[in-house]
């Protein structure tokens, strides 16, 4: 009797502050920042409704202050997981659930989409980067201002031209360049105004600076993420290269 009922009545005890302390966790408080993260088949998207900003695999937060996330999916179930942030919460469609991030250190965390969502499901992964105060605010406004616009003459205004021609502007926003009445809520594709500004794309598989990863990815985006809705665009060997100069003059 002794040994089962002392340990009852600790673990009795102790699930009053863990039950209340799971809902705190998936609680926004009234004085976060909000973040809306949108699911795809296979990457995640977010836009910062303040500041009027989209960006891709990314999250950029600031620390010391808690950000609340507004998640839904646009396709099937997924799962919003940083480790070292918080518990994992799902994306659902046509619904809105929330998760709290607050990060007390600068620095980059690794997540991975944890439910399983079809083919791209283990190349679906994301990363916080949690930046000051500051930083934060600068980030905000650099990534408000239109794409840069490539000198003339230069291999990324040829990059420019490519990417006009092949309609990529169908599927990708770039301000600036994209038509004014495109926008992400139709789009299919990560918005590319500040692609390169992000370390890593296709999901935070692939990383900007080892080398050959960004022409592999335009070579044929199925090879990397089977099932992928960025089709192989059947690019040359140029075309590849001036589009790789021009995405990554997209500071
Ligand atoms: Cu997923």
Redesign the pocket.
């Known amino acids: 009797m002794v040994w089962t009922v002392i340990p009852v009545i600790i673990l009795a005890a102790i699930s009053v502050p863990t039950v209340q302390r799971v809902f705190k966790y998936t609680e926004c408080a009234p004085d976060a920042y909000h973040v809306d993260v949108i699911?795809h088949?296979?990457w995640f998207e977010y836009y910062y409704p303040e500041a009027d900003v989209w960006t891709a695999n990314e999250l950029v937060i600031p620390t010391n202050q808690e950000v609340c996330l507004t998640m839904e999916s646009e396709d099937?179930l997924?799962?919003f997981w940083i480790p070292k942030l918080n518990g994992k919460r799902y994306l659902v469609p046509g619904q809105e659930t929330t998760l709290l991030m607050l990060a007390d250190d600068e620095g980059e965390y690794f997540g991975h989409?944890a439910?399983f969502?079809?083919l791209s499901?283990a190349r679906?992964r994301m990363r916080v980067i949690a930046v000051s105060p500051a930083d934060f605010d600068q980030w905000l406004v650099d990534q408000a201002k239109p794409a840069v616009m490539p000198a003339e003459g230069t291999l990324a205004a040829e990059g420019l031209d490519v990417f006009n021609a092949q309609a990529c502007a169908s599927c990708h926003l770039v301000r600036g360049v994209s038509a004014d009445t495109a926008s992400n809520e139709t789009l299919i594709g990560p918005e590319l105004t500040h692609f390169n500004s992000r370390g890593s794309f296709a999901g935070s598989t692939l990383e900007h600076e080892n080398p050959g990863e960004l022409a592999m990815w335009l070579e044929d985006p199925p090879t990397w993420k089977p099932g992928s809705f960025m089709p192989n665009l059947n690019l040359t060997a140029e075309q590849i290269e001036a589009l790789e100069a021009y995405l990554r003059s997209l500071d």
Do not use: A, D
């Open positions: 699911g088949q296979w099937v997924h799962n989409c439910e969502c079809g499901h679906m």
